[in-house]
């Protein structure tokens, strides 16, 4: 079949064809603790290999590749919890051992050739932004996490409830896409511009990535847990 | 016959599309398609002294051929709608009021035509090009110092809205959102010393 925008990933499409087609996906199988070399077995396949839900796996898949896509509200309740959570905890722990790790890396980089006082400002800045980033996760897994999983085995906490959550769920990536327009903008010309363009590569992957965690957060795992406590507010 | 219905005219190649478009929009209670033409040749055969349409919603594809930035000079006194499914340059569109997306649902592109009728000097609010002004940079150094709102509107002596509007202004320009953002600038443009953020 020919390819197409409105195509999405399905169980029988062979693995290595899935990541041929958005290279983005690579760098979510660890998440899974799926490996590389598929050899020419099926996505299906894959999941069975390394037992994961299939259902679940697929949907992070289309939500990394289609901008539009939103799995339909049936889809969601065959989708099990306890294993999106552990995706999520997985993404934090590359989040900030790969992704800001690298940034912060390449910056400090790129400001070795800035002035000195430049490169205080900058480094300033970005452990700002970091600390934000790993108490934001740092909530969602001592708090959120907890007390979904307390909702799972059927103990409800009164205490909280997932609203509060989404109230929390506050902007982190405001500073983010500041530091974008500083790199592009306003650090004087004489930065090292190759060194520049591998920071900002970076910045921009790790954002959009974090954009799909933020959906999968907002569009999938609250929609659930809301489901969760309704059922358990009307016993 | 008249009708308080405001009159919306559809220049659009597709039979298919401008069928649905006028489907959609005679269904509604504040809007009827009164003609609709497949391009902009047919458009200009129609009678001189008939009146112009409030609303005209085109294919950008369509204005390919006519002047450049011509939109507005085309259709001088009605609101002008973009009807979109295919890559358009940007400095294009802003020239038009409103755009509606095929995959807009019907609610949607109703919803679009009643805000478009409603704002008749919208043209002015974005004001993201250009350098930031004498007073945009002066709030931005009080922002980046720490100053709250009120302390920036006493010290100004601006209301605090104003100060709000200032610092939209300045995020649309520079892009730069956060506190520690505006930090970073001033001090990258020696608006302030180190010693004076807190």
Redesign the interface.
């Known amino acids: 079949m020919k390819e197409n925008k409105y195509l999405l990933f399905s169980g029988g499409m062979k693995m290595a064809d899935v990541v041929l087609r958005n290279y983005t996906i690579a760098s979510v199988l660890p998440r899974f603790d799926v490996q590389l070399g598929f050899g020419e077995k099926t996505l299906s396949e894959v999941c069975r290999k390394y037992g994961v839900n299939e259902e679940f796996f697929l949907m992070v898949c289309n939500i990394h590749s289609s901008d539009?896509y939103f799995p339909a509200p049936a889809e969601l309740m065959k989708i099990d919890v306890a294993g999106l959570i552990r995706y999520l905890e997985k993404s934090h722990a590359y989040y900030t051992e790969h992704r800001i790790a690298t940034i912060e890396r390449r910056l400090g980089d790129m400001a070795a050739g800035c002035e000195a006082?430049?490169r205080?400002?900058?480094q300033k800045?970005f452990s700002?932004?970091k600390q934000e980033v790993i108490n934001h996760f740092d909530y969602e897994e001592s708090t959120v996490f907890p007390y979904i999983g307390e909702l799972l085995a059927g103990r409800a906490n009164v205490d909280y409830h997932i609203n509060q959550y989404e109230e929390n769920h506050s902007n982190i990536d405001?500073?983010l896409?500041?530091?974008?327009?500083?790199i592009i903008?306003?650090?004087?010309e004489n930065c090292s511009s190759e060194a520049r363009n591998e920071v900002l590569t970076d910045i921009f992957l790790f954002e959009e990535d974090l954009d799909k965690h933020t959906r999968i957060e907002d569009k999938i795992l609250i929609p659930i847990v809301r489901e969760i406590e309704k059922a358990h507010e009307k016993r | 016959m008249k009708s308080d219905k405001s009159s919306v005219v559809v220049i659009e190649a597709s039979e298919l599309l401008t069928a649905g478009l006028i489907r959609t929009i005679d269904d509604s209670a504040s809007f009827r398609v009164t003609e609709s033409y497949p391009d902009v040749a047919a458009y200009r055969k129609r009678p001189s002294e008939a009146p112009p349409a409030q609303i005209i919603i085109i294919n950008p594809a369509l204005l390919a051929d006519s002047r450049r930035g011509g939109v507005k000079a085309l259709f001088p006194d009605s609101r002008i709608v973009a009807l979109l499914y295919s890559y358009i340059n940007r400095d294009l569109l802003q020239s038009f009021h409103e755009v509606i997306e095929i995959y807009d649902k019907p609610a949607a592109v109703l919803h679009k035509l009643e805000s478009v009728m409603g704002h008749n000097s919208h043209e002015s609010s974005g004001s993201e090009a250009g350098e930031l002004s004498d007073r945009e940079r002066e709030i931005l150094v009080a922002v980046a110092k720490g100053m709250m709102n009120k302390e920036i509107a006493d010290l100004c002596n601006i209301s605090i809205h104003t100060v709000i509007s200032h610092r939209k202004n300045i995020s649309g320009k520079t892009g730069i959102k956060s506190v520690s953002g505006f930090v970073v600038y001033a001090l990258l443009n020696n608006l302030i010393k180190e010693y004076e953020v807190k």
């Open positions: 539009d006082a430049h205080v400002i900058l800045f700002e932004y405001d500073k896409s500041d530091l974008k327009n500083i903008k306003y650090l004087p």
